[in-house]
């Protein structure tokens, strides 16, 4: 039941309350059902601050607004004047300096938004996308290759993790196994700053801290390297773009570098993994899937980004006074807008909680909202995600998966281990 302060409305008691830590330890399923009743009784709500270790709430620290219903967060995604990013991007507060060094153009507002994507966008257009179609299906390949002879492995790590680390590594020009291995590890752990079992005693802050550091270090090494020897490879790409007689910063470069790699190796990483399961645990939908799999591939992976997607929200800032759904918000209010609800909305989605392969016209939010910080490598995910399904279920279509492990976390919806067995080739 709804209970209204003025221009603050919630939901009454403990199993609402989405700032506090242990909400987060619940099963994924447990909170969609609160998520479900926020878009069904208060689609627009009131929070307190999380309850965070990253920059630890006081009396003065602001609750914030949370957007459930898909066409509500669309339209905060896309109303970027109205709605900024600049003051940060998730629910929880980050020192500026952190911010600015791991989060790039997704912490950002125009003019600079807008350049900086420009110059980063260069590597992402189709006719590049095209180029690199074949290597891609090559490293899926090669990691099956190395995972199938066992018959069992913990996939997440042993598959899910190494596809779009590999294919990350080689864009970014890391020929070095034990670069590679830093990256994706490091990558992992900067996402989960909230997970016991990666802090290993470290509070929240430095964890991010730590692993992001690791990742810069690493990049401005990369960067003098290119810069006298430039390659094939995105960095070399990044050091030298231009766009309007601007070239990118070494701290520009540094904190792409980190925002792809835990965008490009995390997200993908864990929606492998979801997929997985989610095929285990629907057989009904892996008999559609291996009936016609070239039929069905794409539909299939357009499910799985709705039904499984790893990013569960980012956040904006109000600029003005404004309204939504006849909720009054205040200048400088912030806002969470969640996908994972969005994307469950069942003004949408026919029967949301079903995982169903044969969707037609899937809007998930699995990229975003849309608007100027829709993801750029929704592409290369795609790609990634599409041609490991199809190599999976060629060769290994008995896989089935155990119980599986996931993070605590309420940005990624990650999974720690998913054990899986399968008939060896």
């Not at 540094?254 to 190796?265: E, M, Q, R, Y």
């Not at 909305?345 to 044969?358: A, L, N, Q, R």
């Not at 037609?360 to 399904?389: E, I, Q, W």
């Amino acid at each position: 039941m709804s209970t209204q302060i003025p221009t603050r409305p919630s939901l009454d008691g403990e199993r609402y309350d989405i700032s506090a830590r242990s909400f987060w330890t619940q099963d994924f399923w447990k909170r969609q059902e609160v998520f479900a009743e926020f878009r069904r009784d208060c689609p627009v709500s009131y929070h307190r601050p999380y309850e965070s270790t990253l920059l630890p709430p006081d009396e003065d620290t602001p609750g914030f607004w949370s957007i459930w219903k898909h066409e509500d967060i669309k339209y905060v995604s896309r109303n970027a004047k109205l709605f900024d990013s600049g003051r940060g991007m998730l629910m929880e507060d980050f020192p500026e300096v952190v911010a600015q060094a791991s989060q790039s153009f997704l912490c950002m507002d125009d003019p600079e938004h807008a350049q900086l994507r420009a110059i980063v966008s260069q590597a992402f257009t189709p006719r590049r996308m095209r180029k690199i179609e074949d290597w891609i299906k090559a490293e899926v390949v090669a990691a099956v290759d190395d995972v199938i002879e066992l018959g069992e492995a913990d996939v997440s790590e042993a598959l899910a993790k190494q596809i779009p680390g590999r294919i990350f590594a080689d864009f970014f020009g890391l020929r070095d196994e034990k670069d590679r291995k830093y990256v994706m590890d490091a990558a992992e752990a900067m996402l989960a700053w909230d997970d016991p079992h990666i802090a290993q005693g470290r509070d929240a802050l430095e964890v991010y801290g730590d692993e992001s550091m690791k990742l810069l270090d690493l990049c401005f090494d990369l960067v003098e390297e290119r810069r006298k020897k430039p390659g094939e490879d995105l960095l070399s790409w990044c050091v030298q773009a231009e766009v309007d007689g601007r070239q990118l910063e070494d701290w520009e470069i540094g904190a792409f570098f980190t925002l792809l790699a835990a965008a490009g190796n995390d997200t993908t990483r864990h929606s492998i993994a979801h997929g997985l399961n989610a095929f285990s645990q629907n057989p009904d939908q892996r008999a559609l899937l291996l009936e016609d799999l070239p039929g069905r591939l794409d539909g299939a992976v357009e499910e799985i980004l709705r039904y499984a997607a790893p990013v569960q929200q980012f956040r904006r800032n109000a600029t003005e006074d404004t309204e939504i759904r006849g909720v009054k918000i205040a200048k400088d209010d912030k806002l969470v807008i969640w996908y994972c609800s969005g994307s469950y909305d069942e003004d949408v989605f026919t029967d949301p909680m079903t995982f169903d392969i044969t969707r037609t016209d899937n809007k998930h939010l699995g990229f975003g909202g849309g608007g100027p910080h829709f993801c750029l490598g929704s592409a290369l995910g795609r790609m990634m995600v599409k041609y490991t399904f199809d190599e999976v279920y060629t060769r290994m279509p008995d896989i089935e998966t155990g119980t599986p492990e996931y993070q605590v976390n309420n940005f990624i919806h990650g999974v720690h281990r998913l054990p899986a067995t399968w008939t060896p080739s």
